[in-house]
C-alpha cells in the first residue's frame, strides 16, 4: 500500500471494525471504529471503555446528520466534489442557523 493512501481519520459505515483494516506500524494511524469482543470471552474493561469513548463522539455527529437527511431532506447530486462540498455546507449552516434560533428563544423566555 503506497505511503498516504490511508486518511489519517479512519472512518465507516459499520459500527465494528473489519478484517481488511490496514495500518503500518510505523504509522500514528487510530482506528475510531469499534472493536468487537473475542468469541467466548468477556469483553476487556479497556476495549469497552474505548467503544463507549467512540459511541459517544458518534451521537453527537449522527443527530445533525440525521436532520439534514431527514427534515431538510438533504440529496447531493452534484458533478464535482467542490460543489457538493458547498451544498453540504449551505446546509449545515441551514442547521446551525435553525439550531441558534431555537436555541435563542428558549434562554429569551426565562
Given at each position: ?12 459505515d459499520f459500527?465494528?471494525a473489519t478484517?481488511?483494516e490496514f ?88
Amino acid at each position: 500500500m503506497p505511503p498516504g493512501a490511508l486518511p489519517s481519520a479512519k472512518t465507516g459505515d459499520f459500527s465494528f471494525a473489519t478484517s481488511g483494516e490496514f495500518y503500518p506500524a510505523s504509522d500514528s494511524k487510530v482506528s475510531h471504529i469499534h472493536v468487537k469482543k473475542p468469541k467466548g470471552k468477556p469483553m476487556s474493561q479497556r476495549t469497552a471503555r474505548a467503544n463507549a469513548r467512540k459511541s459517544a463522539i458518534r451521537a453527537k455527529v449522527e443527530h445533525p446528520f440525521a436532520m439534514l437527511k431527514g427534515p431538510m431532506k438533504l440529496f447531493i447530486r452534484t458533478i464535482g466534489i467542490k460543489r457538493a462540498e458547498a451544498a453540504i455546507t449551505f446546509a449545515a449552516m441551514a442547521y446551525n442557523m435553525k439550531r441558534w434560533v431555537w436555541l435563542n428563544g428558549r434562554t429569551a423566555s426565562a
